[in-house]
């Protein structure tokens, strides 16, 4: 069915936001006020889906805390690599071609990417 990662959806990924800008564990109390337009329901209903996936996990320490066992980085490549096979039949070299053309990327994007890529082709990865 996929990966934890590609398991999460919009409204989860909300509060993984919230868990991954934390310092450590947080409560339900405190996850809630980083997300005012959720009720506490809700919130609580997305933390329980995110637990049974394996996206985070809880302890309780007189009243539960959860933290993410999934990386931002991890699901972030996760939604990246779904959007390239959707929009770009599989091609990232043909999804920064767009956002160049579309001028989305200026010109200290370019050169980072340029770096990036040449320090890549270094260490064998291109």
């Not at 009720?39 to 933290?67: I, P, S």
């Not at 990246?80 to 990232?92: C, N, P, Q, V």
Request: with cysteine; hydrophobic share 40%; proline share 2%.
């Amino acid at each position: 069915m996929g990966t934890v990662e590609e398991k999460i959806t919009e409204a989860e990924l909300e509060v993984m936001e919230v868990l991954w800008r934390g310092e450590g564990p947080m409560s339900l109390t405190e996850i809630k006020g980083a997300l005012p337009e959720k009720n506490g329901d809700t919130t609580k209903t997305l933390l329980r889906r995110l637990c049974a996936k394996g996206a985070v996990g809880q302890e309780k320490d007189g009243v539960f805390r959860y933290r993410p066992l999934v990386s931002r980085a991890a699901v972030g490549g996760s939604r990246a690599r779904r959007l390239i096979d959707k929009l770009y039949a599989g091609s990232a070299r043909d999804m920064v071609a767009a956002l160049v053309a579309g001028e989305e990327l200026g010109r200290e994007d370019i050169a980072q990417l340029r770096a990036l890529l040449e320090e890549l082709d270094g260490k064998g990865g291109g």
